[in-house]
């Protein structure tokens, strides 16, 4: 018997025959059916039905991810499908507001930055939001809040699967301050934010990284400590910590190449490779500018450094992790420049802060500041985060 989708599917449980519509049958999809409505949408050629399940695993990557039950059977062909698609539409710059630690350049540029859990303001307990830029419009608007129980004074925050992860921070209680080791994920596709499996230890002032499909939590408040999250298991496991003596507090980290890299902060101009491969941290060649970065970002087989000089303006420098050599790069000479984070999207690198967002072009021929500045989020209040989100649909 051939069944459309327009007619009725038939489902046979022992000798009696229920019927069941097509489009019931994915208006009930969850993460414990929708692999058994795969499995009668293919055999019963209801081709739209099995693309309205492709499209609920990949809105809901993570919980297919760690499903054995689910994942374990799909094959490598559908496994490719699903993520790809989640990655499909429009990649956005976007920005998180937070709660500033402290002044990243200070007083003095080469000042070592203090603890921020003593002495702290109340924290702000209006939700922080996400903004995305919408470049045709010229104009950024809110995409979502975070929960209240966020706490972004201190924070990590990176993208991975393309949704949006948040580790530590520091939770303020009175005149109290300490490390939180929570941890929040948002779905942009979903809309949904959800609490996952929390840090192996506090941490304030980390750095949070993904690379090859894992988060690590770098460092922190007097930490040396580094840890990894697989989201196959949910679970957070201690890898190598980081060369004694240096700790790394307000540092910049970012992966390129399947290694890690860390410097800046309380580093300064050092860099530390992380070898995931062999488990262990190794010193690279010196940077020759012996300021302390505004932050790091990589770019296909380069790290740019970005350095905030308050006489000159804003300096690049650039490591090429394959010849191991760092080269001076581009300048935008500005007067008093404040500091900013950076994400890279396409061949530019964008670099955000409260008053203006600039454009670092990283093409073959040419790496060069545009002189189109762009607009910053006229309502953000505290500091931003920038990084790249993927939205169905956006214009």
């Known amino acids: 018997m051939e069944v459309s989708e327009d007619k009725v599917a038939e489902r046979r449980t022992g000798g009696e025959i229920s019927h069941l519509s097509a489009a019931a049958m994915s208006q009930q999809l969850s993460i414990d059916s929708c692999y058994d409505t795969l499995t009668k949408a293919k055999s019963q050629s209801l081709d739209g039905l099995k693309e309205r399940v492709y499209t609920y695993m990949s809105d809901n990557f993570l919980q297919i991810l760690r499903n054995p039950g689910v994942y374990g059977r799909l094959t490598a062909g559908e496994r490719e499908l699903i993520l790809a698609r989640r990655m499909e539409g429009s990649r956005l710059l976007s920005v998180a507001e937070i709660n500033e630690v402290y002044d990243r350049v200070g007083s003095r540029e080469n000042s070592r930055p203090q603890s921020p859990l003593s002495g702290q303001p109340p924290e702000d307990k209006n ?31 990176c993208t991975m699967y393309n949704y949006l992860f948040v580790a530590g921070g520091i939770k303020t209680q009175g005149d109290c301050a300490k490390a939180t080791d ?15 499996r929390p840090l192996s230890q506090p941490r304030s002032q980390l750095k949070l990284v993904s ?25 957070w496991s201690p890898v190598a910590p980081l060369p004694k003596g240096s700790f790394a507090v307000a ?17 300064f101009y050092r860099l530390l490779r992380y070898d ?17 970065s505004t ?30 050599v760092w080269h001076g790069g581009a300048s935008f000479p500005q007067d008093n420049p404040l500091p ?45 985060v920038p990084f790249v989100l993927t939205l169905h649909g956006a214009a």
């Not at 996400?130 to 972004?152: A, D, G, S, Y």
């Not at 290694?259 to 800046?264: A, I, R, W």
């Not at 995931?276 to 010196?286: A, G, I, Y």
């Open 340 to 384: 900013f984070r950076c994400a890279v999207l396409g061949d530019r690198i964008y670099c955000v802060n409260k008053s203006r967002t600039l454009q670092f072009v990283v093409e073959e021929d040419r790496e060069e500041f545009l002189p189109e500045v762009l607009p910053a989020p006229a309502e953000a209040r505290g500091a931003l």
């Open 295 to 324: 932050d790091m970002v990589a770019h296909r087989s380069l790290i740019y450094r970005f350095d905030v000089n308050r006489e000159r303006g804003v300096d690049v420098f650039k490591y090429n992790t394959v010849v191991k």
């Open 251 to 267: 540092h910049e980290a970012t992966s390129c190449g399947g290694d890690l890299f860390v410097s800046g902060g309380s580093l």
């Open 276 to 292: 995931s491969r062999r488990d262990e941290w190794e010193e690279c060649p010196f940077n020759e500018s012996r300021r302390r």
């Open 127 to 157: 939700h922080h939001r996400i903004f995305c830029f919408h470049r045709e419009k010229n104009r950024w608007e809110v995409l979502t809040r975070m929960p209240e129980e966020i706490q972004t004074r201190g924070s990590g925050i």
């Open 182 to 196: 929570k941890v929040f994920c948002y779905n942009p596709l979903t809309d949904v934010w959800t609490e996952i």
């Open 211 to 235: 690379m090859d499909g894992y988060l690590f939590a770098i460092g922190g408040e007097c930490l040396f400590t580094v840890e990894r999250y697989d989201p196959r298991v949910d679970r």
